[in-house]
């Protein structure tokens, strides 16, 4: 499983950034995709998820501006930011906790990092 992930780049506050994770490789089961962030001096931080089942979640600090969501296929997660702030800089990894097949064990997979830099 590969995971490659696009989109960040530079924004005024306010604006918004659309990142995409896409994946290769079959999988038998998807557990969970989603997004982590590191900003400098700080720990990687989960931002937002997305379960198999589709259940959402995301940190404090995003709920209400960022949304999460993926092609039927979980080939593509998307995170759309919007009314970003400075805060939101970071670099942004997308991940995903899989099974490749039944008789593999359950895995976490993550792909590059993505620059987000939010400022005026």
């Known amino acids: 499983v590969q995971l490659q992930a696009s989109g960040g780049g530079l924004v005024q506050p306010g604006g918004s950034l659309s990142l995409s994770c896409a994946r290769s490789?079959?999988?038998?089961?998807?557990?969970?995709m989603g997004w982590y962030r590191q900003a400098p001096g700080k720990q990687r931080e989960l931002v937002a998820s997305?379960?198999?089942?589709?259940?959402?979640t995301y940190v404090d600090s995003v709920k209400g501006r960022f949304t999460i969501s993926g092609d039927n296929r979980w080939r593509t997660v998307y995170l759309r930011m919007d009314n970003l702030k400075p805060e939101d800089t970071a670099v942004y990894y997308c991940?995903?906790?899989?099974?490749?097949?039944?008789?593999?064990?359950?895995?976490?997979?993550w792909g590059n990092g993505t620059q987000v830099t939010v400022s005026s």
């Open positions: 490789g079959s999988i038998s089961a998807i557990y969970y």
């Open positions: 997305i379960s198999g089942a589709g259940t959402k």
């Open positions: 991940y995903a906790d899989c099974r490749i097949s039944p008789r593999d064990p359950r895995s976490t997979y």
